[in-house]
Nanobody
Framework: QAQPVESGGGSVQAGGSLRLSCATS????????IGWFRQAPGKEREGVAA???????FYSDSVKGRFTISQDNAKKTVYLQLDGLKPEDTAMYYC?????????????????????WGQGTQVTVSS
């Protein structure tokens, strides 16, 4: 099973935008969700956004209204649009392929299991 591959990180000023991409191997019966997570130095990993294979999306409160997760099933790629970036968004961003609720009912960031992780892409926001 190929691990996801992230790209699109970079350095921007506060208020700027970036679009991250996560190339995956596609959904399967045992892998029905893809999530974006981030980890800043000295902090725990935080789930920021997730999407089910049926398109249902979830966001953490810290990014809701600023980040948008989407997917292109034909390209097996999930995107994370980061708008209104703040210095506190600075972190390594990872995507992961995992399993949430079979009926897509619950937030996979809170209740899912994540199996395959990418190497990450760095996002740095300066004030």
């Amino acid at each position: 099973q190929a691990q996801p591959v992230e790209s699109g990180g970079g350095s921007v000023q506060a208020g700027g935008s970036l679009r991250l991409s996560c190339a995956t191997s596609g959904y399967a019966y045992s892998r029905n969700s893809i999530g974006w997570f981030r980890q800043a130095p000295g902090k725990e990993r935080e789930g920021v956004a997730a999407i089910y294979s049926n398109g249902r999306t979830f966001y953490s409160d810290s990014v809701k209204g600023r980040f948008t997760i989407s997917q292109d099933n034909a390209k097996k790629t999930v995107y994370l649009q980061l708008d209104g970036l703040k210095p506190e968004d600075t972190a390594m961003y990872y995507c992961s392929h995992g399993m949430g609720a079979k009926d897509f009912s619950s937030d996979p960031l809170l209740y899912g299991s994540w199996f395959h992780w990418g190497q990450g892409t760095q996002v740095t926001v300066s004030s």
